[in-house]
Antibody, heavy 119, light 105 residues
Framework: QVQLVQSGAEVRKPGASVKVSCKASGYTFSAYYIHWVRQAPGQGLEWMGWINPKSGGTNYAQKFRGRVTMTRDTSITTAYMELSGLRSGDTAVYYC????????????WGQGTLVTVSS | DIQLTQSPSLLSASVGDRVTITCRASQDISTYLVWYQQKPGKAPKLLIYAAYTLHSGVPSRFSGSGSGTEFTLTISSLQPEDFATYYCQHLNSYPFGQGTKLEIK
């Protein structure tokens, strides 16, 4: 079955970076964009950007440009999201999700990775 | 940038009730609108795409309607497993609505 499995929880100090992985299985990895979405505690969903696994092309939300880098390794069907310059407001659950196409939306989603930023 | 506004933010209802959640877009987005359901501690799940098409496996008590700037998600007869938070999303610039928490009355 189509599945996205993310790496485990992380704790970082302010100013540090974090890299979260998203392992895809059950489908042709290069055929579908991977998006990253975050959710701060008790808050709503916030779109961060996407990566095209085939070309490596990316598109980041304005809010995160300059701090986020999305990459992929097609040999192991894994996408990555790295966020730098972490601050307490970046404490959130980070999700990866597969875009089926631009009329259908995101399915499935990874299980989420909690990133805690604390001194 | 397109913004999505959901109402209400919190909805209290009982099992068997019919409920409707509204999502309004700041400009015309045709039918590029999807709905997700999220339960506590879980990832969101796709419910409806293209404004009114049920995703595979979603019960028929869920329905969506609308186009342009106003959209609705309706649950015809609430079941215990439907109490969750619901989000709309536009599939172009990908913003989400702020969410509607559906709680048991």
């Amino acid at each position: 079955q189509v599945q996205l499995v993310q790496s485990g929880a992380e704790v970082r100090k302010p100013g540090a970076s974090v890299k979260v992985s998203c392992k895809a299985s059950g489908y042709t990895f290069s055929a579908y964009y991977i998006h990253w979405v975050r959710q701060a505690p008790g808050q709503g969903l916030e779109w961060m950007g996407w990566i095209n696994p085939k070309s490596g092309g990316t598109n980041y939300a304005q809010k995160f440009r300059g701090r986020v880098t999305m990459t992929r390794d097609t040999s192991i069907t894994t996408a990555y999201m790295e966020l730098s310059g972490l601050r307490s407001g970046d404490t959130a659950v980070y999700y990866c999700a597969r875009e089926v196409d631009m009329t259908i939306g995101f399915d499935p989603w990874g299980q989420g990775t909690l990133v805690t930023v604390s001194s | 940038d397109i913004q999505l506004t959901q109402s209400p933010s919190l909805l209290s209802a009982s099992v068997g009730d019919r409920v409707t959640i509204t999502c309004r877009a700041s400009q015309d987005i045709s039918t590029y609108l999807v709905w997700y359901q999220q339960k506590p501690g879980k990832a969101p799940k796709l419910l409806i795409y293209a404004a009114y098409t049920l995703h595979s496996g979603v019960p028929s008590r869920f329905s969506g309607s609308g186009s342009g700037t106003e959209f609705t998600l309706t649950i015809s007869s609430l079941q215990p497993e439907d109490f969750a938070t619901y989000y709309c999303q536009h599939l172009n610039s990908y913003p989400f609505g702020q969410g509607t928490k559906l709680e048991i009355k």
